[in-house]
Nanobody, 119 residues
């Protein structure tokens, strides 16, 4: 129904910036919330940021608030995660996910993109 493809990950020094992209296909995002999650080796997957597609409301994990910004481009069916002031603890595989309206969890996930922050 929905396919998500992340891109933009890579290696960056602490204090640097990256912008991740999540391109969606298969259907529109109308009524969907879009989220970014991340998972480091040996750790649980954690929430990073969310945007309500219909209203533009955003929320962030405390660990990234003030440094990361989630945004969307409806015309391109793409969601972005701008990451500034990166820290080594931001190192993880970052996943894009979509949650349909009324769903309890996120039903669609991308394959992930690696972000590595060196000190």
């Amino acid at each position: 129904q929905v396919q998500l493809v992340e891109s933009g990950g890579g290696l960056v020094q602490a204090g640097g910036s990256l912008r991740l992209s999540c391109a969606a296909s298969g259907r529109t995002f109308s009524g969907y919330s879009m989220g970014w999650f991340r998972q480091a080796p040996g750790k649980e997957r954690e929430f990073v940021a969310r945007i309500a597609w219909s209203g533009g409301t955003t929320s962030y994990a405390d660990s990234v608030k003030g440094r990361f910004t989630i945004s969307r481009d409806k015309a391109k069916n793409t969601v972005y995660l701008q990451m500034n002031s990166l820290k080594p603890e931001d190192t993880a595989v970052y996943y894009c996910a979509a949650k349909p309206r009324g769903a309890v969890g996120y039903d669609y996930w991308g394959q992930g993109t690696q972000v590595t922050v060196s000190s």
